[in-house]
């Protein structure tokens, strides 16, 4: 049988010599309050606090506690569970439950992001209701009302439209949600297959999103949808060179503010960047979201593509494919492939 290493050390407070074991001193370290015990029970432990005291904040009465005093470990806490610092964690948690107390929309508005990170997701039934409306070209037409059962909507960034917009800005906590798919499909951005009057004047803005903004905050709650200020294209000239590239002829070039509760996103919010519209297509929304900064792939979770409010030309609006690349199409362009993936703000 091995026999243990052994050294001698002066008890601290008789002085008289004790045996001590290394193997049986570090097997007891189990959490900080047997580290702080065997730490403190060294004969020079004063000395080794001495030394390092002022950088670990060490003495025999913290240790027991932790390394680190309750000033200094809220401060770090702060840091951690900070919005910028949960913006950049991705973990996919569901946080319905959570929601539906009440203890999540507390917790936002008190800045407490603890257990908020971003590709959490919270679950709903979104009941679209029934419209009747007069479309660009001038035809009466009836949509039928929709349930999407168990939709899901993920957390795709946090505070992201903090101070942003004119006036004051967005000036409460909130998180960026947006649905997991494609929800409302065969819809097109214009039955007139043109992007005359950019995409304030598309049936997508005039029609579909004011019936979204009803039935969301039906099913999230009127209270918890932040209505916020963004400015969207209102206007193209039809003959300028498209931000696409070569070969695309047409581009945005006005633009107005917008009261905003529910929206299409912009190709900054998805890439970073703008692929086929210009820089009147971008409005105060003009950060990738988090979400799609961690996933490579940006389409729905079952490939479905969605609209994006990018003027690409003077008859097509961009979309995300749902293979995962940055795409345009005639604005009349309606497949059950894809649609409408609605973003918003939730506090």
């Known amino acids: 049988m091995a026999r243990k290493s052994q050294f001698h050390l002066p008890n601290p407070t008789t002085g008289a010599q004790e045996i001590h074991h290394f193997e049986t001193e570090l097997a007891q370290i189990t959490d900080m309050t047997s580290f702080a015990q065997t730490f403190n029970k060294k004969s020079d432990a004063a000395s080794m606090r001495s030394h390092i005291g002022a950088a670990a904040n060490i003495n025999a009465t913290n240790t027991a506690a932790g390394l680190m005093p309750a000033a200094d470990k809220a401060k770090a806490d702060a840091v951690v569970h900070s919005a910028e610092a949960h913006n950049g964690i991705f973990r996919g948690k569901d946080l319905t439950s959570y929601f539906n107390s009440g203890q999540m929309s507390t917790d936002i508005a008190n800045s407490k992001f603890d257990d908020i990170y971003i ?4 679950t709903k039934t979104i009941n679209l209701p029934a419209i009747t409306y007069t479309d660009k070209a001038g035809t009466e037409k009836t949509q039928a009302a929709q349930t999407f059962a168990n939709a899901k909507f993920y957390i795709a960034g946090i505070n992201s439209r903090l101070k942003a917009g004119d006036g004051s800005g967005t000036t409460v906590n909130h998180v960026v949600l947006i649905s997991a798919n494609a929800l409302q499909r065969n819809v097109s951005m214009n039955p007139t297959n043109d992007t005359t009057g950019g995409y304030i004047g598309s049936d997508m803005w005039r029609i579909h999103m004011p019936n979204w903004s009803a039935a969301i905050k039906a099913a999230f ?4 949808v932040v209505k916020y200020r963004d400015w969207m294209s209102n206007a193209i000239n039809a003959t300028a060179p498209s931000g696409a590239g070569s070969g695309w002829v047409g581009a945005s070039n006005g633009w107005a503010w917008a009261d905003v509760e529910v929206n299409i996103p912009n190709e900054q919010m998805i890439y970073g960047g703008r692929t086929f519209g210009s ?8 950060m990738q979201l988090p979400l799609f900064a961690h996933k490579q792939y940006i389409g729905g979770d079952d490939r479905s593509w969605f609209w994006l409010r990018a003027v690409a030309s003077a008859s097509a609006f961009a979309h995300a494919d749902g293979y995962g690349y940055a795409n345009a199409v005639g604005a009349s362009y309606a497949t059950a492939a894809g649609g409408i ?3 918003f703000l939730l506090r």
């Open 221 to 224: 709650g009127e209270s918890h």
């Open 341 to 343: 993936r609605p973003v």
């Open 119 to 122: 590709g959490d997701f919270i």
């Open 279 to 286: 820089g009147h297509d971008c409005g105060s929304f003009s």
